[in-house]
């Protein structure tokens, strides 16, 4: 029997998400070509989890014919799953969702639609129309309305971008087979690596409010400080890799340098 290629790929990177991830992955199952009226795909990229997400994906799965588990012992980060699973993914179309079911699969459906117009789709939690489902605590609000003004400070093409690190995206195979070589973060600053780079190329990106269920058990390893510093560290990264002084600043001593910090540093 001739294997229909998947129209849509749905990526979603777990780390130590055994108590979340089971609802998440079976609302998706349950919905996907009824719901997105395409043929889809769902790949569940474990990424050096410690506890047993492994094992109730697989159980999951196991019902399932278009789901995939990859499993990586090592820790990756968000960024670093999602580039992996980007070596498996068969869609025309391509989105990736956090584990904790944040986003409902309708939710999704309205980004992917938008893909017949734009190259990149942005879920967001802070326009006009968006919906919190559930207030986020201080500490991380601040965090993130933090990172989103640095990071319009020292990339001029984010200006008009008011949620950078949302997680639902929604973009076109075409797009990453361009970009992909631009990929530099492997953590949580991938998304700003995805959204700068694909507007330094020209693609059309669009920022949709969205209804956001914020989920407790956030799994941020090391704690708010690390993570916010290791994602500030990022941005510095990626601007000097972006600044017309690449040449000089850019060293190869910079890049070992940065290489290290980063295999310390996953988050």
């Not at 699969?105 to 309205?110: A, F, H, I, N, Q």
């Amino acid at each position: 029997m001739l294997e229909i290629k998947p129209q849509l790929s749905v990526v979603i990177p777990a780390y130590n998400e055994a108590e979340r991830i089971e609802t998440t992955l079976s609302n998706l199952i349950s919905a996907d070509n009824r719901l997105f009226n395409r043929t889809c795909e769902v790949l569940i990229v474990m990424d050096g989890c410690t506890d047993n997400t492994p094992q109730v994906v697989k159980e999951i799965i196991n019902q399932c014919k278009n789901a995939t588990a990859l499993v990586f012992p090592q820790r990756l980060g968000k960024g670093g799953a999602i580039m992996q699973a980007l070596n498996y993914t068969r869609g025309d179309v391509i989105a990736f969702i956090d584990a904790d079911g944040s986003i409902s699969p309708s939710e999704l459906r309205r980004l992917i639609e938008l893909t017949d117009l734009y190259d990149l789709v942005i879920g967001s939690r802070y326009q006009k129309n968006s919906k919190l489902e559930r207030n986020r605590s201080f500490k991380r609000t601040m965090m993130s309305r933090a990172f989103n003004v640095v990071a319009k400070l020292m990339f001029w093409r984010l200006r008009g971008i008011r949620d950078t690190q949302c997680g639902v995206k929604v973009f076109s195979k075409h797009l990453i087979d361009t970009i992909r070589n631009d990929f530099l973060i492997t953590g949580f600053g991938f998304d700003v690596n995805l959204i700068y780079s694909s507007l330094s190329f020209g693609y059309r990106v669009k920022e949709v409010g969205i209804k956001w269920m914020d989920r407790k058990g956030s799994k941020l390893s090391g704690g708010l400080l690390k993570h916010g510093f290791v994602m500030f560290c990022s941005l510095l990264r990626l601007r000097l890799y972006y600044s017309r002084f690449r040449k000089i600043l850019y060293s190869k001593l910079f890049e070992v340098l940065s290489r290290a910090f980063y295999s310390w540093s996953k988050i």
